[in-house]
């Protein structure tokens, strides 16, 4: 491994050993601390509803898949009541290999920006629209700000085409982005699709970092 991968890794292990929502994610039983990213904000905006249907790109290793699976009401089905979708549909998709989780239906080793992809994710929804397309995707972080930025904001577009093809009217896009030069260009683009389009900055972000999400409402069909 070289010099500075490994001092990062390093400082990745203690900085997870040290942090109480790391170790409160083990006693709730989530797979990661952005768990509370997600509580934190739907509390709030209240858009997870029982049983809506939610795409969630960038899933793994499952926790926004858990807590919108165990609010609308699809963890505890079975597989004969999931595939109805008449309690609620959770879609997790992501380019990594995904342990399964219940209540929620998974496409892997998915990576968003190819087209094959895209065809998995509307083959499986067949024509039918979700309430909710949620993106938590962050490329590997580089380090370097102006990079990662730029190639967050690419995922965060794609995951807007994703939004713009499967939205009910009035549905809502939350995405995670870095803070940079092309936001406000992407929220601007946002707030032609939808009724209102919000920064939030989750008090669980770690103070360094400079993620942020959108949160877009009231999905205006073309
Ligand atoms: C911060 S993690 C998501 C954590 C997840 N929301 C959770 O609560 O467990 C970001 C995820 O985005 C995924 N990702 C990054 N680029 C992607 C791409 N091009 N296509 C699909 N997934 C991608 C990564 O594999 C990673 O699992």
């Not at 006693?27 to 997600?38: E, F, I, V």
């Not at 790109?57 to 505890?76: D, E, K, M, N």
């Not at 190639?151 to 499967?166: D, H, K, P, W, Y």
Request: proline content about 2%; overall charge positive.
């Amino acid at each position: 491994m070289v010099k500075g991968k490994s001092s990062s890794s390093s400082r990745w292990l203690q900085r997870q050993f040290k942090d109480p929502l790391v170790k409160q994610s083990k006693l709730d039983d989530y797979r990661a601390r952005s768990a509370y990213k997600l509580i934190e904000i739907d509390n709030k905006y209240n858009f997870l509803k029982r049983k809506s249907a939610i795409v969630d790109l960038g899933a793994c290793p499952g926790a926004w898949s858990q807590v919108a699976s165990q609010r609308i009401g699809t963890s505890q089905l079975s597989n004969d009541e999931l595939v109805t979708w008449n309690h609620g549909m959770v879609l997790a998709v992501d380019k990594e290999v995904m342990r399964g989780l219940p209540g929620v239906f998974v496409i892997d080793r998915a990576d968003i920006t190819s087209s094959e992809t895209l065809k998995r994710i509307y083959s499986f929804l067949s024509q039918r629209k979700v309430d909710a397309v949620i993106s938590d995707m962050a490329p590997n972080a580089t380090g370097m700000h102006k990079l990662d930025h730029e190639r967050i904001m690419e995922l965060a577009n794609t995951a807007f085409q994703v939004a713009q093809n499967c939205l009910k009217t009035n549905g809502t896009f939350l995405c995670k982005i870095f803070q940079g030069s092309l936001l406000n260009g992407f929220k601007h683009e946002l707030k032609t699709s939808f009724e209102s389009v919000q920064e939030i900055r989750c008090q669980s972000t770690r103070k360094e970092s400079t993620e942020m999400y959108l949160l877009a409402q009231q999905y205006k069909e073309d």
